[in-house]
């Protein structure tokens, strides 16, 4: 849902809360600094889009207004229908109005969550089709005082005919767009109200014609009014309740929800000066009624503290809508000419047509032609030509990679022109999932923002205290004749107005937004940074974890190695060979066994033997199904080939099968395993034949980012392989790791086990793997990260995904992420110190050493300023260097 309205955490807790109090809302995810909420729920019936409108009136009930609303998902055939609703609120300024959000939605709406980006101003609610329908979500938003402007229920799936990325780009920047220019324009009409005012107060009064005229009484309705108080009350009214009249809105329905921002503050700031001027215009006390002019120039501040602030955080999500803009709007589709075949189509050598088509329109398998200079529409394989791509904005890699036929594209710009058959489109392609993945990033909170909230949730309510004492105590000095006559005669004020002054100054000098937004706009920046660099963070709870990671497990095979393990050496053990097979027929056996196995070393055994028999051969001997085929994982496989027994595997699946291990094989497999080889052993009828030595080299870049992570980060390193201690001991040499960091003959369950180990000792760990076969051991690691998942990103079962599957990117990983939660924690301690010496100051609890007061004016600038600081500390992010 995007929502429009929201300026600080208060605005979301407020849409939070009233979106779970829709009945069939499970989760609620609020992203304050894109201004969306992702909801999930459970759908009644058929009755989705009307759950959407329940969404959507829930977030209007809070005050704000939802612009759109799309249906991501939808379970259906669960036992409790789920609805699932994205919704645009307008209203929402701060985080106080998502707190109250979600706190009505909680309350009211049981079993409904709902995520609310604060500064997309957009919602995604999910809830229970069978309690509540959409209407009755956006009721619930509305009751409070939001406006859902749109609720669009998200499609099954994601599916591709949602609206394509493309189009969300555009969106989403047109909304950030008009968010800015609402704000200008609320800004420039406070303006055009408030230099009158500055005119009649500063100006025209030094001016002896006008200073004559503005110091006349006209007696209107039985009160002499002086011209001068008159025509400020006639400028300042409609800036304070038209131009203002936001403030009081979303401070009526903060007040209501029980969640108060700032707009209480300001609200209560401006009607205590407007309300002091009225009386003093009513009861002839000129110098009261001059605070019309403080009203209104407060009301002009904020407004322009918050325009700013808007511009601020719009380059908060620069990264995602760089990451957006790389998905085409069209592509060249390709289709063969007429009397060609497309069994044997060549574009190179074949006619062709070809159709700037929508990219609504491209389907997998279709062939896409793309040109120099031009961004690739989806992922597929280069069919034809070659071409140089630029993924940098995909995976990070500053460096053009070459593409030739085989060639996977996931998306980037291109330098050549190929020809494309496209593998993936819409939600699908590794771009999406990028997108899609950042974005739900921002959405969960880092598990520090509870800390803000809760500081936020009582700021107003001890701020409102604080400046009715400061009133009341300065007021009480002046009358006992504690604080001298001539503190306020110099002044030319009056006991009341020197003593308001210090109140108003100190409520409108508070900023709980710098609280609300300190956590969001570093993690979505912070996020995207990480994103370009080819580190895809799944959430803010995985951030603050590997903030905190002090050992890391990694998985040899794939992740400190290329995972491309290749035989380097075939040795025939002669004397054991009586039946003196040609060596043909041995590889010939082996492949016909290994073909069945997925191992990545039984795939190393078929491509050797693929390598080294001749075409000639293979025709007349085409590969055999093995019977009896049986696989052990971590340590071989046996079956039977055309009624030879065959067996390959390390030495504890050969004594498992009760073959001996000759001293000839011992001898090889301890040489091989000394240099860093994995040793196996293949026996054909119980007998040991041949030892081969599969190497698999080590990436370029593992042994320097593993001495960064040990040395400069200060983590300690462990790794997991199944190799025996010979090898692994051979391995750890290369890599610089002591050899009792090493975990050996492990299989998987022993990557979990060290693990938990580890845990045991409170240690954090984060553990490096592929994905796919240690997803255990990343499920169970305080931190998972997946390497080179490719086009798959979003189906891994981890915390992070390093697209690149560099080892150094463990180390940006981990630098970023503590890079990230330490600016984190500066934010909330900028916005902690700025209140904490701020509301002192504006109370006036150094006036009587300085005699000097903090203007109300100057004391709304300062607030504007405070919220501005904390989004450009949070910008600051973007000039983060890689290790």
Same mark, same amino acid.
């Given at each position: 849902?995007?929502?429009?309205?929201?300026?600080?955490?208060?605005?979301?807790?407020?849409? #939070?809360?009233?979106?779970?109090?829709?009945?069939?809302?499970?989760?609620?995810?609020?992203?304050?600094?894109?201004?969306?909420?992702?909801?999930? @729920?459970?759908?009644?019936?058929?009755?989705?889009?009307?759950?959407?409108?329940?969404?959507?009136?829930?977030?209007?009930?809070?005050? !704000?207004?939802?612009?759109?609303?799309?249906?991501?998902?939808?379970?259906?055939?669960?036992?409790?229908?789920?609805?699932?609703?994205?919704?645009?609120?307008?209203?929402?300024?701060?985080?106080?109005?998502?707190?109250?959000?979600?706190?009505?939605?909680?309350?009211?709406?049981?079993?409904?969550?709902?995520?609310?980006?604060?500064? &997309?101003?957009?919602?995604?609610?999910?809830?229970?089709?069978?309690?509540?329908?959409?209407? =009755?979500?956006?009721?619930?938003?509305?009751?409070?005082?939001?406006?859902?402007?749109?609720?669009?229920?998200?499609?099954?799936?994601?599916?591709?005919?949602? =609206?394509?990325?493309?189009?969300?780009?555009?969106?989403?920047?047109?909304?950030?767009?008009?968010?800015?220019?609402?704000?200008?324009?609320?800004?420039?009409?406070?303006?055009?109200?408030?230099?009158?005012?500055?005119?009649?107060?500063?100006?025209?009064?030094?001016?002896?014609?006008?200073?004559?005229?503005?110091?006349?009484?006209?007696?209107?309705?039985?009160?002499?009014?002086?011209?001068?108080?008159?025509?400020?009350?006639?400028?300042?009214?409609?800036?304070?309740?038209?131009?203002?009249?936001?403030? !009081?809105?979303?401070?009526?329905?903060?007040?209501?929800?029980?969640?108060?921002?700032?707009?209480?503050?300001?609200?209560?700031?401006?009607?205590?000066?407007?309300?002091?001027?009225?009386?003093?215009?009513?009861?002839?006390?000129?110098?009261?009624?001059?605070?019309?002019?403080?009203?209104?120039?407060?009301?002009?501040?904020?407004?322009?503290?918050?325009?700013?602030?808007?511009?601020?955080?719009?380059?908060?999500?620069?990264?995602?809508?760089?990451?957006?803009?790389?998905?085409?709007?069209?592509?060249?589709?390709? &289709?063969?000419?007429?009397?060609?075949?497309?069994?044997?189509?060549?574009?190179?050598?074949?006619?062709?047509?070809?159709?700037?088509?929508?990219?609504?329109?491209?389907?997998?398998?279709?062939?896409?032609?793309?040109?120099?200079?031009?961004?690739?529409?989806?992922?597929?394989?280069?069919?034809?030509?070659?071409?140089?791509?630029?993924?940098?904005?995909?995976?990070?890699?500053?460096?053009?990679?070459?593409?030739?036929?085989?060639?996977?594209?996931?998306?980037?710009?291109?330098?050549?022109?190929?020809?494309?058959? *496209?593998?993936?489109?819409?939600?699908?392609?590794?771009?999406?999932?990028?997108?899609?993945?950042?974005?739900?990033?921002?959405?969960?909170?880092?598990?520090?923002?509870?800390? +803000?909230?809760?500081?936020?949730?009582?700021?107003?309510?001890?701020?409102? =205290?604080?400046?009715?004492? =400061?009133?009341?105590?300065?007021?009480?000095?002046?009358?006992?004749?504690?604080?001298?006559?001539?503190?306020?005669?110099?002044?030319?004020?009056?006991?009341?107005? @020197?003593?308001?002054?210090?109140?108003?100054?100190?409520?409108?000098?508070?900023?709980?937004?710098?609280?609300?937004?300190?956590?969001?706009?570093?993690?979505?920046?912070?996020?995207?940074?990480?994103?370009?660099?080819?580190?895809?963070?799944?959430?803010?709870? +995985?951030?603050?974890?590997?903030?905190?990671?002090?050992?890391?497990?990694?998985?040899?095979?794939?992740?400190?190695?290329?995972?491309?393990?290749?035989?380097?050496?075939?040795?025939?053990?002669?004397?054991?060979?009586?039946?003196?097979?040609?060596? #043909?027929?041995?590889?010939?056996?082996?492949?016909?066994?290994?073909?069945?196995?997925?191992?990545?070393?039984?795939?190393?055994?078929?491509?050797?033997?693929?390598?080294?028999?001749?075409? #000639?051969?293979?025709?007349?001997?085409?590969?055999?199904?093995?019977?009896?085929?049986?696989?052990?994982?971590?340590?071989?496989?046996?079956? *039977?080939?055309?009624?030879?027994?065959?067996?390959?595997?390390?030495?504890?699946? +050969?004594?498992?099968?009760?073959?001996?291990?000759?001293?000839?094989?011992?001898?090889?497999?301890?040489?091989?395993?000394?240099?860093?080889?994995?040793?196996?052993?293949?026996?054909?009828?119980?007998?040991? !034949?041949?030892?081969?030595?599969?190497?698999?080299?080590?990436?370029?870049?593992?042994?320097?980012?593993?001495?960064?992570?040990?040395?400069?980060?200060?983590?300690?390193?462990?790794?997991?392989?199944?190799?025996?201690?010979?090898?692994?001991? +051979?391995?750890?040499?290369?890599?610089?790791?002591?050899?009792?960091?090493?975990?050996?003959?492990?299989?998987?369950?022993?990557?979990?086990?060290?693990?938990?180990?580890?845990?045991?000792?409170?240690?954090?760990?984060?553990?490096?793997?592929?994905?796919?076969?240690?997803?255990?051991?990343?499920?169970?690691?305080?931190?998972?990260?997946?390497?080179?998942?490719?086009?798959?990103?979003?189906?891994?079962?981890?915390?992070?995904?390093?697209?690149?599957?560099?080892?150094?990117?463990?180390?940006?990983?981990?630098?970023?992420?503590?890079?990230?939660?330490?600016?984190?924690?500066?934010?909330?301690?900028?916005?902690?110190?700025?209140?904490?010496?701020?509301?002192?100051?504006?109370?006036?609890? @150094?006036?009587?050493?300085?005699?000097?007061?903090?203007?109300?004016?100057?004391?709304?600038?300062?607030?504007?300023?405070?919220?501005?600081?904390?989004?450009?500390?949070?910008?600051?992010?973007?000039? !983060?260097?890689?290790?």
């Amino acid at each position: 849902l995007e929502i429009r309205g929201m300026t600080c955490s208060m605005c979301a807790q407020a849409i #939070d809360v009233k979106l779970r109090s829709v009945p069939g809302v499970t989760e609620v995810a609020i992203n304050l600094t894109t201004d969306t909420a992702t909801v999930a @729920f459970r759908p009644r019936d058929s009755e989705t889009k009307g759950r959407l409108e329940e969404l959507t009136g829930a977030i209007e009930d809070a005050g !704000y207004e939802v612009v759109t609303a799309r249906l991501m998902n939808c379970e259906n055939g669960s036992s409790e229908p789920r609805g699932k609703a994205e919704l645009v609120i307008q209203g929402m300024t701060c985080s106080m109005c998502v707190q109250a959000i979600e706190n009505v939605v909680r309350q009211d709406l049981q079993n409904t969550t709902i995520a609310i980006h604060l500064s &997309t101003d957009t919602a995604v609610v999910d809830w229970d089709t069978t309690k509540y329908s959409l209407e =009755t979500i956006q009721e619930t938003i509305e009751s409070i005082g939001y406006t859902v402007t749109s609720a669009n229920e998200l499609p099954e799936n994601n599916s591709t005919e949602s =609206t394509s990325m493309e189009e969300s780009w555009e969106h989403f920047t047109r909304r950030q767009e008009a968010k800015v220019q609402a704000q200008r324009r609320a800004f420039l009409s406070s303006l055009a109200g408030t230099l009158p005012i500055l005119l009649f107060t500063m100006v025209f009064p030094h001016i002896l014609p006008s200073h004559t005229f503005l110091n006349r009484h006209i007696s209107i309705w039985g009160y002499d009014l002086e011209w001068q108080a008159l025509i400020l009350w006639i400028l300042a009214t409609p800036v304070q309740f038209i131009t203002g009249w936001g403030f !009081y809105k979303h401070a009526y329905f903060g007040i209501m929800s029980g969640k108060a921002g700032m707009d209480v503050l300001v609200a209560l700031g401006t009607t205590a000066s407007y309300g002091y001027a009225l009386e003093g215009l009513l009861t002839g006390d000129d110098e009261a009624a001059h605070f019309f002019e403080t009203s209104a120039v407060l009301i002009c501040f904020v407004l322009a503290g918050k325009w700013m602030q808007v511009l601020a955080v719009r380059r908060t999500s620069e990264a995602l809508t760089a990451l957006m803009k790389l998905q085409s709007k069209t592509a060249v589709k390709i &289709t063969p000419g007429n009397k060609v075949s497309s069994a044997s189509f060549n574009p190179l050598f074949d006619p062709y047509h070809e159709a700037v088509v929508p990219i609504q329109e491209v389907h997998a398998g279709d062939m896409v032609k793309i040109i120099r200079g031009a961004s690739i529409p989806a992922d597929g394989n280069v069919l034809f030509g070659e071409v140089s791509v630029d993924e940098s904005m995909v995976t990070g890699e500053s460096v053009p990679v070459l593409k030739g036929p085989g060639s996977v594209v996931l998306g980037g710009t291109v330098f050549g022109a190929a020809f494309v058959e *496209v593998t993936g489109v819409g939600s699908s392609t590794a771009l999406a999932q990028i997108v899609q993945l950042v974005q739900e990033a921002q959405t969960r909170s880092v598990p520090i923002q509870s800390f +803000a909230d809760r500081i936020s949730g009582i700021f107003v309510p001890t701020v409102c =205290t604080i400046s009715l004492l =400061t009133y009341m105590v300065w007021y009480a000095l002046c009358s006992s004749k504690v604080v001298p006559a001539s503190w306020y005669d110099d002044l030319g004020e009056s006991m009341t107005t @020197f003593s308001l002054k210090f109140a108003i100054a100190c409520l409108v000098i508070s900023c709980p937004c710098a609280l609300g937004l300190a956590t969001p706009t570093a993690v979505m920046v912070g996020t995207g940074v990480g994103a370009k660099l080819g580190v895809l963070m799944k959430g803010g709870e +995985a951030l603050e974890v590997a903030s905190k990671v002090n050992s890391v497990v990694f998985d040899k095979t794939g992740t400190l190695t290329q995972g491309k393990p290749a035989i380097t050496d075939f040795v025939r053990l002669d004397e054991e060979n009586p039946n003196d097979w040609p060596e #043909d027929d041995l590889l010939w056996m082996l492949a016909s066994l290994e073909r069945t196995s997925e191992h990545p070393l039984a795939n190393a055994v078929v491509s050797y033997a693929e390598e080294h028999l001749s075409v #000639d051969y293979l025709e007349q001997h085409p590969f055999a199904q093995p019977s009896n085929f049986r696989a052990i994982t971590g340590r071989g496989a046996s079956g *039977v080939v055309q009624g030879t027994s065959v067996a390959v595997g390390n030495r504890s699946f +050969a004594n498992v099968l009760n073959i001996s291990v000759p001293a000839q094989a011992e001898a090889v497999m301890k040489r091989l395993e000394e240099q860093g080889k994995t040793a196996i052993l293949a026996a054909f009828n119980d007998h040991a !034949y041949v030892v081969m030595g599969i190497a698999d080299e080590l990436k370029s870049d593992a042994a320097a980012s593993l001495s960064y992570l040990k040395n400069t980060l200060g983590v300690d390193i462990w790794m997991v392989t199944g190799d025996n201690s010979r090898t692994a001991k +051979a391995i750890s040499r290369k890599l610089g790791l002591a050899p009792n960091r090493v975990i050996s003959e492990a299989l998987p369950a022993a990557k979990v086990q060290k693990v938990r180990q580890l845990q045991a000792e409170g240690r954090v760990v984060a553990m490096v793997g592929d994905g796919v076969n240690d997803s255990p051991a990343l499920a169970q690691a305080d931190v998972g990260m997946s390497v080179g998942t490719g086009a798959d990103i979003a189906a891994e079962a981890s915390d992070m995904v390093l697209v690149k599957a560099h080892v150094t990117d463990v180390c940006v990983a981990l630098h970023l992420s503590r890079v990230i939660f330490r600016r984190i924690q500066l934010n909330l301690l900028l916005s902690l110190v700025y209140n904490c010496l701020g509301i002192p100051i504006a109370a006036g609890l @150094f006036y009587p050493y300085v005699r000097t007061r903090l203007p109300p004016t100057v004391a709304a600038l300062a607030m504007a300023l405070s919220s501005i600081s904390v989004v450009l500390s949070s910008l600051s992010l973007q000039l !983060y260097q890689p290790p």
